[in-house]
C-alpha cells in the first residue's frame, strides 16, 4: 500500500482544528497531561502524553494567539484560542502548568470542589490549587461539587452542586469565581437558571465548535482533545455499534504486517489479527462472529507490451507480453476465525482474475518501472452480503466491482471496464475508474466513489472529476445488466485521484468524502442539493484522509443503571420487607438488547445471600455491567434470567421480590395519554388518560424550565378512561409540560398557554 492511502486516526492531532482559515473563537479541552513514561491505555482518551501536548501548543503558537477564557465575557477575537483543563488532575499542576507558565500562556482549571477539599488520590490538594491561583496567568473555575449530571439532578441536589463548589472555591482562594464547566457536558434550561442564579458568568460544555460573538455566555462549546493511545490507528469502517475497524500502523516501509484490528473507545482494541498479512483498505466482522479482511497476495507474470515496454527492456527484461519474470502484487480476501485466529477461508484474485486484465491507461505499468513490482488489483473495498451470502470487491486498477458467492468463491459478475480476457459481464459505459468504497443499499444498488482518474477518457470529459454514483443491477442468467441509477459530480477542485469514499445516510442524503482541497465531506440530498459540508485542512502526503463515515455519535451503545435504593455497597437488603428496584435507561443511539441475570453465588443457608447481578448488551457484550449484592434474612431469592429491549431514551424499571424477576412493561402500553385539548388553551386545559390495570399514578405540570408548577393527581386509578382538567389561570403564557409518571412508565404533552 502506498503511504498516500494511510489515514491516521489521530483525533489529538491539534493541527485539524487551528489552522488560520477560522475566523472565529476556539476553547480547547484536556483533562490528564502524563509523563512521557507513562502508560497510557488505547480507552485512557482522558490522558495525553506531555510530549504531544507541548507539540499541540507549539502548533498553536504559530497560527493563533491565546486569550483567557474570560475574555469571552466582553469580546470574541477573531482567530483566538483558550486552553482549559477538567478536573484538576495533580499532573495538571506538576506537568502542564509549569510548561504554560514559562511559555506565558494564560489557561483555566475547573476543579471538582470535594475532590480537592477530600484529597482524593490523583487531584491537586488544596495547596496546590491556592498557589497556581496566584499566578496572573491561572484562572480556577468550578466543575462542580461532586461531578454529577447536573441535568439528572432535583432542585436541592443542583444548587448544592453549583453554589457549595463556588463557595469553597472562593473561601479557599479568596478570589470570585464566575467560570462553569458542566459536568459530562450535560445541561438543559433548568440547570441554566440555576447557573445564573448562583451566580456564575461563563459556562462551558463540552460540544464540539467554534463561539461566535452572540454566543450564549453560559452554554459555550469547547474542542475535547482526546489521547490516540500508544498506537496510530488506520480507519477503515465502523459498525453501527460504534466499534470500529481498520489496522494498526507500523509505518509506512512496513510491508509485511499491518495488524487488522476491531477498536472501541471504550475498551480499546477488542480483536487483532495475527500479524501475518498485510492488512488494507478494509476489515469487518461478519454475522457468524468470525473477521474478513483484505490481504495482500503475490505472483508472477509478463511485462505486457505497450510504452512502458523499452524502460523495462533498457534494465534487462525480455518485456515481450509472454515471459513471465516480473512480479505481480495482487490481493486476497481472508477470513479468520474470531477465536482461535486461524484464516478459514481465502479468496485470491491470482486463482480468478485473468493476467489478460490490467492496466493500459492509467499509469500503473510506468509506476511499476520505479518500483519492481506491478500493483495489479489494488482492491480497495469489501462488504458482506448476508441476503445473497456474496462479496462485493472493489479493484481500483482493474476499474472493477466484482460479486463472488461465499463460501464457493465463484465469481457471479464482473461489473465495470471491459479488458483483454472479456472477463466483464456489465457496466463497460458506466465509465467508473479507479473507485473507492462500497455500500449495498436497500433497494439492491450498489453506492461508490468514483475516484474519475481516468473519466477524461471514459467520460470524454476536459477535466478530470470525481463522482458519487449509484448502480442499478440486475441479475440474468448469464450475468447482469447495470445502469446508473444516482449520480453527483464534484466540483473541479473536489476532484480527488484517490482515497475516498461514498455513504447513504438514514434520512436519504448522501456523504462524499475526498482528498480535493485539503480533504472535504459534503452532504447532498437526491437531487443534489448541497446540505452540509466540511474542509478537514490536510496537508500531503500523510493527511490524506481515506475514509470517512457519519454515525450517531463514537458511543452509541451506552447504559446506564441506578438503584433507587443505593447505598453505598448496596448491603443488607432484606427482601422480605421492601423490594429492591433497578432503573437501566438506553443511553445510546440504537435500539438494544439486554439480558439480566440473577445469580445466587453464596447462601450460608441462613437466609444470608451473596449475589452477582449481570447486565448485558447482547450485540456489545464487552459493555457488561456486574452488581455485587449482599442480602439477608430472605428466601425469596431464586436463580433468575430475563431479556429485555429498549429503544434510545427509553428506560425499564425491574423489581427483585418474590421468586421472579419481573419484566414490567417498557413500551407504555398499559396506558395513555391523550393530546391536550384546547391547544393552546386560556385558561383551562383537559387531557385524559386510559388505563388498562389499576395501578399508582402521579399527575403533574412542569414549565418550560423543569421546574414543577402544579400536582393535578397522585395515587390510584382504576382501570378505564379518566379526564383532567388544569387551570393555569395563575400561571403566565408559555409553554407546559404534562407528565404522567407510574412506577415502570412515564409519558409527557406538551400545552401552550396564550393570555
Known amino acids: 500500500m502506498s503511504k498516500f492511502y494511510k489515514k491516521k486516526l489521530l483525533i489529538s492531532k491539534i493541527y485539524k482544528i487551528i489552522k488560520n482559515n477560522h475566523t472565529s473563537f476556539r476553547t480547547l479541552m ?11 491505555k488505547n480507552h485512557e482518551l482522558w490522558r495525553l502524553k506531555y510530549s504531544l501536548f ?7 503558537k504559530n497560527v493563533r494567539k491565546f486569550y483567557r477564557s474570560e475574555t469571552l465575557l466582553s469580546d470574541c477575537p477573531n482567530n483566538g484560542i483558550s486552553i482549559t483543563f477538567d478536573d484538576g488532575y495533580q499532573d495538571t499542576y506538576e506537568i502542564a502548568a509549569p510548561y504554560l507558565i514559562e511559555n506565558n500562556i494564560p489557561f483555566t482549571i475547573f476543579v471538582i470542589s470535594n475532590f480537592i477539599k477530600n484529597k482524593k488520590k490523583g487531584y491537586m490538594s488544596e495547596k496546590m490549587l491556592k498557589e497556581l491561583s496566584k499566578n496572573d496567568l491561572v484562572t480556577i473555575g468550578s466543575h462542580s461539587q461532586n461531578h454529577n449530571k447536573l441535568n439528572e439532578l432535583n432542585d436541592i441536589e443542583l444548587f448544592n452542586e453549583l453554589n457549595n463548589s463556588k463557595i469553597y472555591l472562593e473561601d479557599l482562594l479568596g478570589k470570585r469565581i464566575i467560570s462553569l464547566s458542566y459536568p459530562h457536558g450535560k445541561y438543559n434550561n433548568k440547570v441554566i437558571e440555576k447557573v445564573k442564579e448562583v451566580g456564575y458568568k461563563l459556562a462551558f460544555s463540552s460540544k464540539f465548535n467554534n463561539n461566535e460573538k452572540n454566543e450564549d455566555k453560559l452554554c459555550l462549546s469547547r474542542n475535547e482533545i482526546w489521547n490516540s493511545g500508544n498506537e496510530d490507528i488506520i480507519f ?3 459498525d453501527k455499534y460504534g466499534r470500529f475497524f481498520g489496522s494498526i500502523f507500523i509505518g509506512t516501509n512496513v510491508e509485511n504486517s499491518y495488524p487488522g484490528i476491531k477498536f472501541d473507545f471504550e475498551e480499546g482494541i477488542l480483536w487483532q489479527e495475527p500479524g501475518e498479512n498485510f492488512v488494507h483498505h478494509d476489515i469487518f466482522q461478519l454475522p457468524n462472529g468470525n473477521y474478513i479482511g483484505l490481504g495482500t497476495s503475490y505472483g508472477q507474470g509478463p511485462i505486457p507490451l505497450g510504452p512502458w515496454t523499452p524502460l523495462f527492456q533498457g534494465l534487462g527484461y525480455e518485456a515481450d507480453g509472454e515471459t513471465i519474470e516480473f512480479d505481480w502484487l495482487g490481493d486476497k480476501i481472508i477470513e479468520w476465525d474470531a477465536e482461535t485466529k486461524e484464516e478459514v477461508w481465502t479468496w ?9 486484465d490490467y492496466d493500459t491507461v492509467g499509469g500503473i505499468w510506468f509506476e511499476a518501472n520505479q518500483t519492481d513490482r506491478f500493483d495489479w488489483t489494488h482492491a480497495n473495498a469489501i462488504l458482506f452480503d448476508e441476503d445473497d451470502s456474496a462479496i462485493y470487491l472493489s479493484s481500483r486498477h482493474l476499474n472493477r466491482i466484482t460479486k463472488i458467492a461465499y463460501p464457493d468463491g465463484d465469481v457471479i459478475w464482473n461489473l465495470g471496464y471491459e479488458m483483454g480476457s472479456g472477463q466483464v459481464d456489465c457496466g463497460q459505459d458506466l465509465g467508473f475508474s479507479f473507485q473507492h468504497s462500497l455500500q449495498k443499499l436497500d433497494n439492491g444498488n450498489i453506492l461508490t466513489f468514483d475516484n474519475g482518474n481516468l473519466s477524461e477518457i471514459f467520460l470524454d470529459q476536459d477535466e478530470k472529476t470525481s463522482r458519487s454514483i449509484e448502480i442499478d443491477i440486475t441479475e440474468i442468467n448469464n450475468g447482469c445488466e447495470a445502469s446508473l441509477a444516482w449520480e453527483y459530480v464534484l466540483s473541479d477542485s473536489l476532484y480527488g485521484y484517490l482515497s475516498g469514499n461514498t455513504q447513504k445516510l438514514e434520512n436519504g442524503n448522501y456523504l462524499s468524502t475526498t482528498i480535493g482541497s485539503g480533504g472535504t465531506s459534503l452532504e447532498v440530498n437526491p437531487n443534489g442539493d448541497e446540505i452540509w459540508k466540511a474542509n478537514y485542512n490536510l496537508d500531503f502526503p500523510d493527511g490524506l484522509v481515506y475514509r470517512a463515515m457519519k454515525i450517531p455519535g463514537i458511543f452509541p451503545i451506552a447504559y446506564s443503571v441506578t438503584f433507587p435504593q443505593m447505598n453505598d455497597t448496596l448491603y443488607n437488603i432484606d427482601l422480605n420487607y421492601e ?16 439480558t439480566i441475570e ?19 448488551p447482547i450485540h456489545h457484550s464487552e459493555k457488561s455491567k456486574i452488581y455485587n449484592l449482599s442480602i439477608s434474612n430472605s428466601n425469596l ?23 421472579i424477576l419481573e419484566n414490567q412493561n417498557i413500551n407504555n402500553e398499559h396506558f395513555q395519554l391523550s393530546e391536550p385539548y384546547p391547544n393552546p388553551f386560556n385558561p383551562i386545559v383537559n387531557f385524559d388518560i386510559e388505563i388498562l390495570y389499576s395501578q399508582h399514578i402521579n399527575i403533574s405540570i412542569y414549565d418550560i424550565y423543569g421546574k414543577k408548577v402544579d400536582e393535578i393527581f397522585n395515587g390510584i386509578l382504576s382501570d378505564g378512561l379518566h379526564s383532567f382538567v388544569w387551570n393555569a389561570d395563575s400561571h403566565s403564557t ?7 409518571k407510574t412506577k415502570t412508565s412515564l409519558l409527557t404533552k406538551k400545552a401552550y398557554l396564550i393570555k
Open 30 to 40: 484536556y483533562h490528564s497531561i502524563s509523563d512521557d513514561n507513562s502508560n497510557i
Open 54 to 60: 507541548k507539540e499541540h501548543i507549539n502548533r498553536i
Open 236 to 238: 477503515y469502517n465502523t
Open 348 to 356: 485470491n484474485v491470482f486463482d480468478h482474475f485473468s493476467m489478460l
Open 579 to 594: 423490594e429492591l428496584d433497578i432503573n437501566i435507561l438506553n443511553n445510546g443511539d440504537y435500539k438494544q438488547t439486554f
Open 598 to 616: 440473577l445469580d445466587v453465588v453464596n447462601n450460608d443457608n441462613q437466609g444470608n445471600y451473596e449475589l452477582e447481578l449481570i447486565i448485558t
Open 637 to 659: 431469592i431464586e436463580n433468575n434470567t430475563t431479556e429485555i429491549t429498549l429503544m434510545p431514551n427509553q428506560n425499564i424499571f425491574l423489581s427483585f421480590g418474590s421468586n
Open 734 to 740: 408559555g409553554m407546559y409540560i404534562i407528565e404522567c
